[in-house]
C-alpha cells in the first residue's frame, strides 16, 4: 500500500507532510506518495536531519489510498491530521477546501 510522511511542525504544531524534495507541505495532496516500504525507509532516513535541527517531531509514515489525483489516508486518525480539528468545518485545513 503506498504511504505519504507526516509530521508535527515544531515552530507552530501544524501538521506537515513530507513533499518530493524534503519540503514540508500543509497539505496532503502536495505531499509526496511513496509506493512501497523500501521508498518509505528510504525516505524516513532522509527526514532525520530535520528532526535533529528541531524543524519537525512525531514523524510517521501512514497508508493512504490514491485514486487518481486524489489522495485519501486510510484510517481515521491520519484523516482527521490532514484535515484538522472535528470540531467545526469552518476550522483547521478542511476550511480551505
Do not use: C
Given at each position: 500500500?503506498?504511504?505519504?510522511?507526516?509530521?508535527?511542525?515544531?515552530?507552530?504544531?501544524?501538521?506537515?507532510?513530507?513533499?518530493?524534495g524534503?519540503?514540508?507541505?500543509?497539505?496532503?495532496?502536495?505531499?509526496?506518495?511513496?509506493?512501497?516500504?523500501?521508498?518509505?525507509?528510504?525516505?524516513?532516513?532522509?527526514?532525520?536531519?530535520?528532526?535533529?535541527?528541531?524543524?519537525?517531531?512525531?514523524?510517521?509514515?501512514?497508508?493512504?489510498?490514491?485514486?487518481?489525483?486524489?489522495?485519501?489516508?486510510v484510517?481515521?486518525?491520519?484523516?482527521?491530521?490532514?484535515?484538522?480539528?472535528?470540531?467545526?468545518?469552518?476550522?483547521?485545513?478542511?476550511?480551505?477546501?
Amino acid at each position: 500500500m503506498s504511504q505519504v510522511i507526516s509530521a508535527n511542525r515544531l515552530s507552530d504544531g501544524i501538521v506537515v507532510f513530507r513533499a518530493s524534495g524534503g519540503a514540508w507541505v500543509e497539505q496532503l495532496r502536495d505531499a509526496e506518495i511513496l509506493p512501497d516500504a523500501s521508498a518509505v525507509k528510504a525516505a524516513m532516513g532522509l527526514v532525520e536531519k530535520d528532526v535533529l535541527a528541531n524543524h519537525v517531531i512525531e514523524v510517521a509514515a501512514f497508508d493512504v489510498a490514491v485514486k487518481g489525483d486524489h489522495v485519501e489516508p486510510v484510517h481515521l486518525r491520519d484523516k482527521i491530521r490532514a484535515k484538522g480539528p472535528t470540531t467545526h468545518p469552518d476550522h483547521g485545513k478542511q476550511a480551505a477546501l
